[in-house]
């Protein structure tokens, strides 16, 4: 018994599938945290085979993995403290509230370089600094302008509203349609 124990152990048997798993995919979290700042995967996202990530990582399906965690708690409903490790590595819950974060933040380094909010319809986040890595390629121009036409992030927020109202932004900035009363 012990022996065989023993043995296995020394050829680094998986006694709990389950746990190697979780090791897998946390392993996986860190590196696209270490990459992206911020653990809001996107669904269809699958580790790729190349020399950024571990070679025993290639095919997992982590944006499923994420996915499955905010919806059901896949690995985390009897292990509480995994959730705590993912928090450390930016995890996201609220993916609606983190968007928004993003775009504010995004909004505002926009207005340190140009010194307004008219952000053009067109204007896609470039990948390089000042811009924060979690906004690269973002369709800012485009957000903003679901904001001010459709009441995208906002509608029935007024807590959004006034903060958006803080970072200056211009909600009719051509005279067209005005939805800023929107809470």
């Not at 070679?55 to 690995?75: C, D, V, W």
């Not at 609220?94 to 968007?99: K, L, N």
């Not at 340190?112 to 909010?117: A, D, E, K, L």
């Not at 952000?119 to 890595?133: D, M």
Request: aromatic share 12%; net charge positive.
């Amino acid at each position: 018994g012990l022996v065989r124990w023993h043995q296995l152990e020394s050829m680094g048997f998986v006694w709990e599938a389950r746990d190697a798993e979780w090791d897998r995919v946390l392993g996986a979290c860190a590196v696209y945290s270490r990459y992206h700042g911020h653990l809001n995967v996107p669904r269809a996202f699958e580790v790729p085979l190349d020399d950024a990530w571990p070679r025993h990582l290639a095919g997992l399906k982590l944006g499923i993995a994420i996915n499955n965690m905010r919806a059901n708690k896949s690995f985390l409903s009897r292990h509480p403290h995994r959730l705590l490790e993912l928090e450390r590595l930016g995890f996201v819950q609220d993916t609606r509230a983190f968007a928004f974060d993003v775009v504010c933040e995004t909004l505002a380094t926009f207005k340190q370089i140009y010194n307004h909010t008219r952000v053009p319809q067109r204007f896609v986040v470039p990948t390089c600094e000042p811009w924060h890595p979690s906004s690269w390629n973002l369709p800012l121009g485009r957000r903003v302008f679901m904001i001010r036409t459709r009441g995208d992030f906002v509608r029935g927020l007024s807590e959004r509203i006034d903060r958006l109202d803080q970072l200056g932004f211009e909600w009719n900035p051509n005279r067209g349609r005005l939805l800023k009363d929107l809470s």
